[in-house]
């Protein structure tokens, strides 16, 4: 029974990672534009993208090793694992030389993940006072 109600709470958290991610992303973003600075907020939102698609292939990848027992993992989440990091270095280099957008932007809206983590301890924390 316990066992239950951790998995299911497990299975909460999980669903909610991506929905902080983007809502700090749209905070963020909103602000940077209410304080006039549309390019930072262009490339955090540029960053912050491609971070959440690395959060959602590194999330199949890990759910498809998990259930190798029933099935192969597919060719198609093998080839994202793959490119997961050369696609991001490829980005961040060109944002880099280019300065198209800014390179810091760019690197924060990488660390969106990492906040949305940091938000579901404290919502965990809340809610188990």
Request: charged share 15%; hydrophobic share 55%; glycine share 10%.
């Amino acid at each position: 029974m316990e066992q239950d109600r951790t998995a299911s709470t497990l299975e909460n958290a999980e669903g909610r990672l991506l929905r902080w991610m983007a809502a700090i992303a749209v905070l963020t973003v909103a602000v940077m534009l209410a304080s006039g600075r549309l390019r930072f907020a262009a490339g955090f939102l540029l960053g912050a993208g491609l971070a959440m698609l690395g959060f959602t292939w590194l999330r199949a990848a890990v759910a498809a090793v998990l259930s190798a027992g029933e099935q192969r993992p597919s060719k198609r989440i093998l080839l994202r694992v793959i490119i997961r990091y050369p696609l991001a270095l490829g980005l961040t280099y060109l944002f880099y030389r280019t300065r198209w957008l800014p390179f810091a932007s760019v690197l924060a809206g990488f660390f969106t993940p990492a906040a949305g983590v940091l938000v579901e301890c404290g919502w965990q924390l809340c809610s188990g006072w």
